[in-house]
């Protein structure tokens, strides 16, 4: 991975490549150098949709290797949804291919003239660009299916749908799993737009000849490997919960906790949760002749991911996450799997961020559009977002939007981007996420859900303030970090509770890269990655106003706790001194 | 004026009321007063269509006396279209007959319980509160027509249409003027949606028994009126070109300046200018058994206002303001003056500001919705607005949410509000004062209009960046000061070029409250008056990335003159050093 690929769109003559040795931006992958980037060369006042906008694709530091967990994705720009940075990551197969074709990273810049789609095409053998208008209005599935006959099956695809066509807020991009299914959705922020805005349909990245780098030593590499795979399946969440019920075990475990957002965000438990828990999802999954245990990607021990066939036995989609059963279920009043299932399947096809899809019905909701608990509602709002209809323009571009569009007071945003599953009420520490990070609202940017429910790296009471903004500010950079390898986040839970498994993540970047790195080295680079997006997101012209949650959040008392976010202002302002 | 009303909606058994003293607030008006209650009072960071926001009325100082042209009435809050403090303002009648009232604000806080749609009406035997149910879903015209039913005409109203019952982003207030017609609109920002959103259809205020305050030197108050009508009066805008042919008078003026944005900001002049001009209207109003001049207004001695009468000699609408022509006509294409004015019609009927409303349609010509020039299809289009559909909501939700919905590039806004008619490119002046001001862009708050083109109070080169930000600044300053006078702000064409004009505004002031106010006071009181705004823009999260115009504005040139905006930023920024 040491090269960078620079696609200029708007070059005359047609799109035109440059490669770029990665010089400067060398020790960073994933996260920390797409944010880098976008931080150095994109304007942070320019229109997202606009030329002027990039979008930076880059594989992890250890997606090159065969590595367990590693081939997570990263893509940069400003964000159309938040205004800010964006980085999104997603699993499946893409980052391992562009990492084996050498490339560290990938910025698409400009934008094609007129009005024609393109698909772009990258191999051991170079780099083309072809007109695919033939693809235009197609979801995910059909427009991967057709890119299959026509460039058939060593591949990996990334791919927009109707959403990232029509350039809504809450279009995402998709990456083509191991079953060649775009199952797999760098999701949050409206990254599926930015690239619609410049006319891109899909990326075809040829796996042929593309080979896996060498260690600088291989021995070590090989040992570092084991142990990290092994130290992943010792942990109880990656050993056990997540291979058995997949990330939807969180359901039965946050209602419980009195901080599983009901009807948008209404109360903190939701009376049909056992029916729609990783539970009940795997039994089913199982009973239908899916699978309740299955891999995103090659080489994955965690194997969190699933199968979700329908009545019939068919395929529906892939087993719907814990933020998807959330946003599409719980949040809605919604208990039925199969229509849980089906939205998911319509997300992915049509390309949209399930958690921004799930809470915008939650608002119209709230709205009186629909009533909570109503399934096949749902299922109609969220067609015409694939249709391209008024109606579903306005919730394709997410929740604020929509909240502003009918007037709703009680819009779960923070940056205009929705909530994820956790209450920041019920779970003080994810509040303090949710509201400080530089990406809008987002579980992954600061997981406290690990510490203040999970008990996974020591125990913060979730209800109280106290240590929170610690816990929120060293998972933060923590992850930065983690997000910058390529692997997935998950690995977070064992390198939190055994420093073998923490050393061994250490060994694996050594031994690949010949380096030193201590744990020490590991904070500087997510301390670096967080303040290169957050000096985006000042420039762009975010301030402490920007770093709150919603008013209701601080009115409104959540049962069964009956709490309120209490974490104080002047607390949230510190989480950044570091 | 000495009190000021509270209106509690949230109060249990009902809406309470109370009466302070002016107290603290002595020596404000208008605009003064609303933005220091607001600053005082509204949580910057609440729902802005939340029980927390508060929409508080005020007169100007002049209200309550028969000096001409002060009858303004300033509005304000949090605006639910920027995000930051809001001060709209409109002539008509209810102004006068608050002031007579001697109320000095009205402070509407909280939200009634329920649904019901409630009216408010205030007259010199008190304060009462009844529901309403019957006037939902009425237009303005509709509405005041039932009011007067119920109530009589010897009564001012301020009503809210379809718009501000949906809660939409581009809802007006409307004002009644001296016909008892809805035609007076606190149009900017969202204010309609706030009075919506607490349910609040209408305020009957009545003149019965209502009384203009003594002056405190009631023979000098009586000629200084007499000296400051009769300097409006010497004043060729003033005097001859506003009463002739309206604030309509400027479309020429600028089409020839090359700075009238046309077919949505794409150019700089409009080849069917000469058939929408003020000229032309008034020919054709006089043509029809029209009005060509008329006063908002009792007593105003400008007489800018008209009336329009449709093809067949009947009322239509009052005599379309300049930038109603300009956001319907020019910015979107069109030169059918009847369409332009069914469209003013419309607006004043739903409740919508007509300048987010004609920007809007200009952002759906730019997404393809409709083809610039198509003026049934704008028609169409607005139609939608009041019927609710979700096309229309998106409409009314204004510019900024229409090109994200539509994905669309070039949005004219900023702080999410539309820019009015004047290129900033061509003008720019106005630029930095759309850029800087407290209100979203926002022409009347520094009309550099004034200096730049029309050479009153000197001459700055329009197309050069030099003496723009020194002129902005000094422009907003004074502006925010008339504002709270309750004098319109066309005064400030004698004002500027006339020192006698200027000496008697002072002794209209002076002598009516027995004080001894230079011009160094009126400054000092526009300074503060902007500082209490900006205090709270930028508590609301507005820093110097939200002073910026869209990014096109720096990188498109303007036809014919082929310029660019260019001002810097660092330029930009030392508009509030003061």
Known sequence: MENILRINLSAEGGPKTSLEPIGKYAGLGGRGLTSCIVADEVDPLCAPLGAANKLVFAPGLLSATPATTSSRLSVGCKSPLTGGIKESNAGGQPATVLAKLNYAAIILEGRTPGTDLWKIIIGADGVSFEKCNELRGLGNYDTVAKLVEQHGEENAFMT????????????????????????????????GAVMGSKNIKAFVLKEKDARYAKAKDPVKFKAASLAFAEGLKRHAVTGQGLPAYGTNVLTNVLNEAGAYPTNNFHTGQFAGAS?????????????????????????????CSGIFHDKDGKYLTKQPEYETVWAHGGNCGIDDLDAIALLDRMDDDFGLDTIETGVTIGVAMEAGLIKFGDAQGAIRLVKEIGAGTPLGKILGSGAGVTGKVFGVER??????????????????????????????????????????????????????????????????????????????????????????????????????YGLNLTGDDVTALGKKVLKAERDFNTRAGFGPAQDRLPEFFQKEKLAPHNVTFNVTNEDLDTVFNF
């Open 160 to 191: 927009i749908g109707q959403a990232g066509e029509m350039k809504l807020g809450a279009a995402s991009i998709a990456c083509t799993d191991r079953e060649l299914r775009p199952t797999r959705h760098l999701g949050r922020g409206g990254v």
């Open 275 to 303: 029916k729609i828990s990783g539970e009940t999802l795997a039994a089913l999954e199982t009973e239908r002749g899916g699978e309740a245990t299955h891999g995103c990607q090659k080489g994955c021990v965690i194997q």
């Open 411 to 512: 819009v779960p945003v923070v940056k205009n981007q929705a909530l994820p599953a956790y209450d920041p009420r019920g779970v003080q520490g994810i509040g303090v996420t949710y509201a400080t990070t530089t990406q809008g609202a987002d579980h992954t940017a600061g997981y406290a859900i690990a510490t203040n429910i999970l008990k996974v790296g020591g125990f913060v009471d979730p209800l109280g303030t106290a240590g929170q903004v610690e816990l929120s500010r060293n998972l933060q950079i923590a992850t930065a970090a983690v997000d910058s390898t390529g692997l997935c986040l998950f690995i977070a839970f064992p390198i939190l509770d055994q420093p073998d498994t923490f050393q061994s993540l250490l060994d694996l970047l050594n031994s690949f």
